[in-house]
Nanobody, 124 residues
Framework: QVQLVESGGGLVQAGGSLRLSCTAS????????MRWYRQAPGKQRELVAA??????????NYADSVKGRFTISTDNARNTVYLQMNSVKPEDTAVYYC???????????????WGQGTLVTVSS
């Protein structure tokens, strides 16, 4: 019914940048929120950034650990969310997961959807 496909992960040097993308597809009526989580080996999954539908304006929030370095944004026409990662650190190494809260299907339902994850490795 609804799928999230992620891309953009890879190997990057500390201090460098990369951009993750996540595109939602399916019978989507609206997207209420899109989020990025990450999970490092042996660690719990944590929320990195979120963007919510505030009507004409989107509202973005970030974990303290990434404020000033990461930026979440959307291309609403393409049902896509991005995570621009700047000044990356080795501790940013993790599998990054996209998550979306959407209204989809016939009849319309509130649905929570996860992407497959994309690995980001930051070398020191």
């Amino acid at each position: 019914q609804v799928q999230l496909v992620e891309s953009g992960g890879g190997l990057v040097q500390a201090g460098g940048s990369l951009r993750l993308s996540c595109t939602a597809s399916g019978s989507i009526f609206s997207i209420n929120a899109m989020r990025w989580y990450r999970q490092a080996p042996g660690k719990q999954r944590e929320l990195v950034a979120a963007i919510t539908n505030g009507g004409s304006a989107n509202i973005a929030n970030y974990a303290d650990s990434v404020k000033g370095r990461f930026t979440i944004s959307t291309d609403n026409a393409r049902n896509t969310v991005y995570l621009q990662m700047n000044s990356v650190k080795p501790e940013d190494t993790a599998v990054y997961y996209c998550h979306a809260a959407v209204v989809a299907g016939v009849p319309r339902r509130n649905i929570e959807v996860w992407g497959q994850g994309t690995l980001v490795t930051v070398s020191s």
